[in-house]
Nanobody, 118 residues
Framework: QVQLVESGGGLVQPGGSLRLSCAAS????????MGWYRQAPGNQRELVAR???????NYADSVKGRFTISRDNAKNTVYLQMNSLKAEDTAVYYC??????WGLGDYWGLGTQVTVSS
């Protein structure tokens, strides 16, 4: 059974930092491109950051220079370091493992709430 479990969300003041973690099980983690998405109320889910199995990175323009995605294949975990947080970063953040390129599955975590407010 595939599980993606996010942690690290919470309430933070503008300008603060949070580190999200996503622990994966039930998949050959090292093969999967991993991504973080977010969805704010009334908005569509959007890509925040993605790291491929070869380490290639891409970021949404809105988070470039503030967020950093990384992965630890030994721990089957992907991270999202979020710095200089803004109110507009408030959303539910979801972890995604998309193995479509290998003919594998596309999996989602349940999400973790990030709220940026003073």
């Amino acid at each position: 059974q595939v599980q993606l479990v996010e942690s690290g969300g919470g309430l933070v003041q503008p300008g603060g930092s949070l580190r999200l973690s996503c622990a994966a099980s039930g998949i050959d983690f090292k093969l999967y491109p991993m991504g973080w998405y977010r969805q704010a109320p009334g908005n569509q889910r959007e890509l925040v950051a993605r790291i491929n199995s070869n380490g290639r990175l891409n970021y949404a323009d809105s988070v470039k220079g503030r967020f950093t995605i990384s992965r630890d294949n030994a721990k089957n975990t992907v991270y999202l370091q979020m710095n200089s947080l803004k109110a507009e970063d408030t959303a539910v953040y979801y972890c995604n493992a998309n193995g479509d390129v290998w003919g594998l599955g596309d999996y989602w975590g349940l999400g973790t709430q990030v709220t940026v407010s003073s």
